[in-house]
């Protein structure tokens, strides 16, 4: 089993506290995919100062220049996707094709901010005075620190890092460590683009001994993190002491309308889908449903027919649908949430069974489960469960499935259900959500268009799209007489 090392300063390099932990296949904890650094604070002081270095050659670097790097890069993680998806796979449990079309993905997001690399203007205005000349330039922020989840080990890595790297700021990367190696290779890739040493550095291990340092540092000048609300709140708290720029995607507890007049075939495939693929682990994840109640029993049906379907197991066999929980901690946190359920009144319609024998015996598998008559106020339709547990919950009407929608404290992804045009701009407008999907499931999103929520989902700029250049620079404004 391989070792892999932190990058700092160009070079691979064991940890200063050497001592490692385990990558471990959630399907089988008996496959150590590789050994990582449990590496401390003195790594990371290492990375900062090397980034620091860095940055001044990196900054001066044309944009069109250090886009290219992307480029190349690009080509290579296509070329090497069966590779990349297998290892993404079997480290973090979601599915072979959930897992090609996220390092697809990661492919276009190198390839749309290369092309940022020649589009990284600023605004010219006009005076109110005569021959005077006014305009904006960007410029990088600094050394910044990406602290990222494990839910999409090589996209959330790539849609932070990609921008970041163009737009001339130095980099270090922290993953989550159940889920590091593919954020590795992704780096081990962009490093052997050519990157000068020291602008792109990685330092793995824990939250506490490297997460918490890199985002205390003074010379890290912008914070972009996934991850739970608790810890992003930290991370804000940190970076407002010293005016550190953040930018914090968090949780959601996002809803998927379902109206009387809805197809109700693509509302169950739309529910089906963002409740129970990728394990119900995306922030984007549906965990409620909310149903007019003239279609509640018919979709509800249909639902629980397509979810008994649903072939769960080994994420690298192709025919599977559903992997595991990342962890025996998320499994539980979900199982907690449905006893929790039926404790507050709710009854479990299917599912919900842990899956111990035979094929599963080693993994961390659970049985999808749907939970009908959860009340709004009750802990399961309010807080975050992260794992395939979806509630259902009756809407007298439109006006009250949007009350019930908006009654929580997250407003990350909304979809809504519906032929009626009319609803579903009444919605978009009053949904409390960053994202609106009309017709589609809420989670599975686009590269080239801003991403991010409102309330406690999200703080600080947008990411991806032609938004990510507002946290990844600095403006500057310019008077010239003449
Ligand atoms: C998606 O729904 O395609 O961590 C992406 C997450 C989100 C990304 C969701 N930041 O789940």
């Not at 250090?66 to 190349?72: A, F, I």
């Not at 963002?274 to 119900?280: I, P």
């Not at 919605?427 to 989670?443: D, H, Q, R, T």
Request: hydrophobic share 40%; glycine share 8%; proline share 6%.
């Amino acid at each position: 089993m391989d070792t892999h090392l932190n990058l700092i300063d160009g070079e691979w390099r064991p940890s200063g506290a050497a001592a490692t932990f385990p990558d471990v296949n959630p399907a089988d904890t008996r496959d150590v995919v590789g050994l990582l650094q449990d590496s401390g604070p003195a790594d990371v002081e290492a990375a900062v100062q090397a980034a620091a270095k860095a940055l001044p050659a990196w900054s001066q670097t044309p944009a069109p220049v250090r886009g290219r790097h992307l480029l190349k890069a690009a080509q290579e993680v296509e070329k090497r996707t069966a590779e990349l998806a297998d290892l993404l796979a079997r480290e973090e449990g979601k599915t072979i094709g959930e897992a090609k079309g996220e390092v697809t993905r990661a492919v276009r997001i190198l390839e749309y901010f290369a092309g940022e690399g020649s589009r990284l203007s600023g605004d010219v205005i006009p005076s109110e005075r005569e021959r005077i000349f006014m305009f904006t330039v960007r410029q990088p922020v600094g050394v910044v620190a990406l602290v990222t989840p494990w839910n999409f080990p090589i996209a959330i890595p790539c849609w932070k890092l990609a921008p970041a790297l163009v737009c001339g700021n130095t980099v270090v990367l922290k993953p989550a460590s159940q889920a590091p190696l593919t954020a590795l290779k992704l780096v081990e890739i962009l490093q052997a683009t050519g990157l000068p040493k020291g602008v792109l550095n990685l330092v793995t291990g824990s939250g506490a001994k490297v997460g918490a340092p890199l985002v205390a540092h003074p010379k890290v000048r912008a914070i972009s993190f996934t991850g739970s609300d608790v810890t992003g709140r930290g991370i804000a708290e940190t970076a407002a002491k010293r005016l550190a720029k953040v930018q914090l995607e968090m949780g959601g507890k996002n809803p998927t309308l379902v109206l009387k007049d809805a197809d109700l075939d693509n509302a169950v495939e739309c529910t089906l889908n963002s409740a129970f693929y990728s394990t119900g682990q995306r922030c984007t994840a549906t965990s409620r449903a909310i149903v007019e109640k003239a279609v509640l029993g018919e979709f509800l049906d249909r639902l629980v027919a397509k979810t008994k379907a649903m072939k769960i197991g080994d994420p690298r066999d192709p025919q599977t649908q559903m992997g595991p929980a990342i962890d025996a901690g998320q499994l539980e946190t979900t199982l907690r949430y449905l006893e929790q359920g039926k404790q507050d009144g709710a009854k479990l319609v299917y599912g919900g069974e842990r899956l111990q024998d035979g094929a599963y015996a080693h993994g961390h598998f659970v049985r999808p489960a749907i939970m009908t008559g959860v009340e709004p106020a009750s802990k399961l339709a309010q807080e975050e469960v992260f794992g395939p547990l979806l509630a259902v919950m009756q809407a007298d009407d439109f006006d009250h499935a949007v009350k019930v929608a908006n009654e929580v404290r997250f407003g990350l992804s909304a979809s809504i259900c519906t032929k009626d045009l009319t609803r579903a701009l009444e919605y978009v407008n009053k949904a409390e959500a960053g994202l609106i999907m009309v017709n589609l499931p809420s989670a599975g999103i686009e590269y080239q268009i801003p991403f991010g929520g409102l309330k406690d989902s999200s703080a600080g700029p947008r990411e991806q799209g032609p938004a990510a250049v507002q946290f990844y620079t600095e403006t500057k404004t310019v008077y010239v007489k003449y």
